[in-house]
Nanobody
Framework: QVQLVEFGGGLVQPGDSLRLSCTVS????????MGWFRQAPGKEREFVAG?????????YYSNSVKGRFTISRDNAKNTVYLQMNSLKPEGTAVYFC?????????????????WGQGTQVTVSS
């Protein structure tokens, strides 16, 4: 059984930092690309960041988070991280991690086979 479990969401103020983690079981984690997506109330799900499988050499970011967010992975721990700095109110959303069997970690949501349940991030003063 494949499981993706996100941790680390919460309520923060604008400008704060937060680190999300996603622990994965049931797949050969190192071979999968991993992605982070988010969905705000009333909006469609959007790609946030992705990282390729194996050594995670390739990383991708949406324009809205580039320079502020960093995705990384620890294959020994079957975990992918999303470090979020300089958070903005528009970053309020449920954040999901997802696993890509093609190993790419790119932006298209359709390539991801497995999804976590999500963790809420609220950015508000």
């Amino acid at each position: 059984q494949v499981q993706l479990v996100e941790f680390g969401g919460g309520l923060v103020q604008p400008g704060d930092s937060l680190r999300l983690s996603c622990t994965v079981s049931g797949i050969i984690f190192s071979t999968y690309g991993m992605g982070w997506f988010r969905q705000a109330p009333g909006k469609e799900r959007e790609f946030v960041a992705g990282i390729s499988g194996s050594g995670g050499i390739s990383r991708y970011y949406s324009n809205s988070v580039k320079g502020r967010f960093t995705i990384s992975r620890d294959n020994a721990k079957n975990t992918v991280y999303l470090q979020m700095n300089s958070l903005k109110p528009e970053g309020t959303a449920v954040y999901f991690c997802a696993a890509d069997p093609y190993g790419m970690g790119q932006a298209s949501g359709g390539i991801y086979d497995y999804w976590g349940q999500g963790t809420q991030v609220t950015v508000s003063s």
